[in-house]
């Protein structure tokens, strides 16, 4: 039975950030193979029936084989915050999305029912088990200049620039959508190895 949604689509970017230098792993990690197929795509099916439009935030021209719009960092050497500042300023919709690339669990369903919970917040990001998700969350366009000015003053964390905006954590622990898998990042190889020897693929 198709799960009815209150939201559009159409009104909200994903964006899958794969602008990493994947030091831990020594290659991008997004292209390595995942049950023989790159990492990043298994993020790209389950996004792609929950949004209107997909977009790969990365410096790395291979990406471009995946037949999806590619945009660079437009702040160098600041991380994560960066492919958040580049999807923001990109966007032409409210809201948008922001995925890491190593998330090979993650599922269509649970991100639509993040985007269902959307409203006035600025950022909304799930907890699991005490842990917020900055790197699985929907980001509202308006927050991009006090974004960038963030990371003009040095900030680089998520936790720490996520705070100074109006913030949805919706406790996702005991959701069976949010099962303990699905905020697995995959970092290393052994990180790999355990990803492909879960049971619950």
């Not at 291979?62 to 590619?70: I, K, R, S, V």
């Not at 959307?118 to 699991?128: F, K, Q, V, W």
Request: glycine share 8%; hydrophobic share 40%; aromatic share 8%.
């Amino acid at each position: 039975m198709e799960l009815k949604l209150s939201y559009q689509p159409a009104n909200v970017n994903g964006y899958i950030l794969a602008g990493g230098k994947s030091t831990r792993m020594g290659s991008d990690k997004g292209l390595m193979l995942f049950n023989g197929k790159p990492l990043v795509t298994h993020i790209i099916n389950q996004l792609q029936p929950a949004v209107g439009q997909v977009i790969i935030v990365t410096n790395n021209p291979d990406y471009q084989q995946f037949g999806l719009e590619c945009i660079p960092d437009n702040i160098a050497e600041v991380g994560p915050a960066g492919g958040i500042e580049s999807a923001l300023t990109h966007s032409r919709v409210t809201h948008n999305f922001i995925i890491g690339c190593d998330m090979p669990f993650v599922s269509t369903a649970a991100i639509q029912w993040l985007l269902e919970q959307a409203g006035s917040a600025s950022i909304i990001i799930p907890e699991h088990d005490g842990k917020i998700e900055p790197l699985f969350g929907i980001y509202d366009s308006n927050c991009l200049p006090q974004w960038h000015a963030l990371i003009q003053q040095g900030l680089r964390k998520l936790q720490s620039m996520i705070a100074c905006f109006s913030l949805l954590q919706p406790d996702v622990t005991g959701n069976l959508l949010f099962h303990d898998p699905l905020f697995m990042n995959i970092n290393t190889y052994e990180e790999l190895i355990k990803a492909l020897n879960n049971k619950n693929l």
